[in-house]
């Protein structure tokens, strides 16, 4: 079997995960629900990916219609549309456990244990998606200068950070203070970055609740991948995220083409409404169009709605 380095965001990758025999190699176990670590095999070819069956949902009480690997195929359907390559390729499938998310593996291959028993759903009482996922979620680049790891590679500039004052510094956007122990409390920055901008329009779109640091996935090559999007979509506010440094500005002019696209997308009988609406509930889908009218009539980044907490916790 030939391995494969794939593109991530390709219709070719997308199509093998779709087509090729699924095999689980091991769990990731620091994941909230059942995280499996696995590879797809079609004519010769291989690729690694990760596969989250229904069967190891945890129920949660504030998303009770559906479930989470069709929230999370639903969030890679509207990056995609709005022509933005920032989610890695992810398709709702059958596997051994049923019905699940498979989503193309990004970066090294993760310390996975044995695949016993994957869909129990014994765990903790909070079902988020707080755990490692594709590529290892808690290297997010956090309080690392950039320059060459320990592999000799080069690695990517850091996206987060905690520095001392009250200002960000050139290049940086303020998220809030956080405390840091012992009385002291710091600046939690993140990077003043287009494809971050970017993500922060798409989690607006996608009604994200938990945009942590450890689902940012930045790659050597330049390119940034967001993982783990299971808590998205509730008609309510529940905007969680760590990229409030844009909060009332303006949107780019790319934003607002792609929301311009999104919005055509999203109307009733076009592709993408007929695609999200065998994903999510018709009121989902409603409210994600309202999401999409409202930021085209504003032309500025959402601020954060009051009715629940801004940031998610733990943030990375």
């Known amino acids: 079997m030939t391995p494969r380095a794939p593109d991530p965001a390709a219709d070719a990758t997308r199509d093998l995960l779709t087509r090729g025999t699924l095999t689980v190699r091991g769990r990731i176990t620091d994941a909230s629900n059942a995280v499996l670590f696995a590879t797809v095999e079609h ?31 639903a969030a890679y359907e509207v990056c995609r549309a709005a022509g933005w390559e920032l989610i890695p390729a992810t398709v709702l499938r059958d596997g051994p456990y049923g019905e699940g998310m498979c989503q193309v593996w990004v970066g090294e291959p993760p310390d996975a244990d044995d695949p016993d028993d994957p869909a129990d759903p014994d765990g903790g009482d909070d079902a988020r998606e707080d755990g490692p996922g594709p590529g290892g979620a808690e290297d997010t680049g956090e309080s690392r200068e950039p320059g060459a790891g320990e592999s000799g590679r080069e690695e990517p500039a850091p ?4 520095v001392e004052g009250e200002e960000p510094g050139e290049g940086w956007k303020a998220v809030g203070f956080a405390d840091v122990g012992g009385g002291r409390t710091a600046l939690l920055v993140h990077a003043d970055d287009s494809r971050l901008r970017r993500l922060a329009v798409l989690d607006a779109v996608i009604n994200n609740g938990d945009r942590k640091g450890g689902h940012l996935l930045p790659r050597p090559d330049g390119r940034l991948y967001a993982i ?11 905007l969680r995220t760590l990229l409030w440094g844009w909060a009332g500005e303006e949107l780019t ?51 954060p709605g009051g009715e629940w907490p801004a940031i998610p916790w733990p943030p990375v």
């Open 43 to 73: 004519e010769g070819t291989s690729l690694p990916c990760v596969y989250k069956p229904v069967a190891g949902e945890r129920p949660m009480w504030d998303f009770p219609d559906g479930n989470l690997a069709r929230r999370e195929v």
């Open 159 to 162: 996206l987060l950070a905690l």
């Open 228 to 238: 783990d999007h299971g808590v998205t979509f509730h008609v309510d506010d529940k």
């Open 253 to 303: 002019q790319e934003a607002l083409t792609a929301l311009r696209t999104l919005s055509a997308q999203l109307a009733e009988g076009a592709p993408l409404a007929e695609r999200l609406g065998q994903l999510l509930t018709g009121a989902e889908v409603e409210a994600a169009r309202k999401r999409v009218e409202a930021l085209l009539s504003s032309g500025r980044h959402p601020l």
